[in-house]
């Protein structure tokens, strides 16, 4: 089969809704931008353990402390998920790591915003998971077989992050005038960062259409922008909290929530290394690594020992 035929046999299996598995032939093409969207997934949980890990110490009870605790480290397993997963389109860990390390490889916007109260919390769970899920869920129908996998599996942890976000929030929010601000202050912050996580407007998302012709998306950017709207301000509304949007406005019509303009140069210039703590972030990545290396030393020496001992066996 030449080039072209075996380019169309994968895109009819694609569009009999098939998945393509690692083995299957593909395109070039489609295991880079598979390798790109699965180790950046895999930065963003990783990355995304610090905001949330900088609470774990002052969480207000020991209940909350056990929740953020665990669901931190559900953050970290998402992460490995995702690395195993891009792992099978032949590129190794400490590569995709390297990426990171380095300054190449992107992660989400969302975790260089600092965390400073308890309210960040909760509104991370609700807001950032919230938009996560949306997000997921489409991918967890993705073509690629291991993607889609392991969405499904990071969608069910994450609806236990969205209600435990949801239910810190909703406490406070009956709780005390300065709760209430606290919880205000919050959304205020974290709003506008949350709505950029679905990345830019589909009239400038160079990825978009190869992927969706792929189905590795199934929907744009500002579909998906636009779901994760319309659930979340009802949601805020019933609790008591305003959107910070003066242009926010009901649309009889279409029935959706339409919103005013997002700051994408915002976006550009934190995905670019020049948010409010990407400097942060990237140290106290690197100086985990670092520390971690005995670790990773030691767990290789142990394979090799076992490898030795089983082959002595035989
Ligand atoms: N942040 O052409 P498009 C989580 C980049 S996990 C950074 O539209 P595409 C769990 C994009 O990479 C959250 N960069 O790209 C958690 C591209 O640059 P490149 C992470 C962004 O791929 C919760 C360029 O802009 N989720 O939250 C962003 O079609 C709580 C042009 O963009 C995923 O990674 C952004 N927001 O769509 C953990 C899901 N947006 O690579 C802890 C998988 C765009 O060409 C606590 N990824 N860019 O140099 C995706 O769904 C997609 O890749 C998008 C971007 C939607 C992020």
């Avoid at 506008?192 to 189905?215: A, H, Y």
């Amino acid at each position: 089969m030449d080039e072209q035929q075996k380019l169309q046999e994968f895109q009819d299996r694609i569009d009999a809704g098939e998945k393509i598995e690692p083995k299957d032939w593909m395109p070039e093409r489609f295991r880079k931008q598979l390798v790109r969207m699965m180790s950046q997934h895999a930065h963003s949980e990783i990355i995304g353990m610090l905001p949330e890990g900088n609470w774990i110490t002052r969480a207000p009870s020991l209940r909350r402390k056990l929740a953020l605790l665990a669901k931190v480290q559900d953050e970290a397993g998402h992460g490995l998920y995702l690395y195993s997963g891009a792992e099978t389109l032949g590129v190794s860990r400490d590569e995709m790591i390297d990426d990171l390390l380095s300054g190449k490889a992107k992660y989400s916007n969302i975790f260089n915003y600092p965390t400073q109260t308890w309210a960040d919390i909760g509104v991370i769970g609700w807001l950032v998971d919230g938009a996560a899920i949306v997000n997921q869920t489409m991918l967890a129908k993705s073509s690629f077989g291991p993607y889609a996998r392991a969405n499904l599996r990071i969608c069910k942890e994450e609806s236990f992050h969205r209600k435990q976000g949801h239910e810190i929030i909703a406490t406070m929010m009956k709780g005390t005038p300065a709760q209430r601000k606290m919880v205000q202050d919050a959304v205020n912050r974290w709003w506008w960062p949350t709505l950029m996580m679905f990345g830019p407007p589909d009239d400038n998302s160079p990825n978009s259409n190869e992927l969706i012709r792929w189905k590795v998306k199934t929907k744009t950017n500002d579909e998906l922008r636009q779901s994760f709207i319309d659930r979340t301000v009802e949601e805020a509304h019933d609790m008591g909290i305003e959107i910070p949007d003066p242009d926010l406005r009901y649309n009889e019509e279409t029935k959706h929530w339409e919103i005013g303009e997002i700051n994408f140069d915002e976006l550009y210039r934190v995905v670019t290394g020049n948010g409010p703590m990407n400097k942060k972030r990237m140290a106290a990545r690197r100086k985990a690594h670092e520390e971690g290396r005995w670790v990773r030393e030691a767990a290789e020496a142990y394979a090799e020992k076992q490898k030795l001992k089983e082959k002595k066996a035989s």
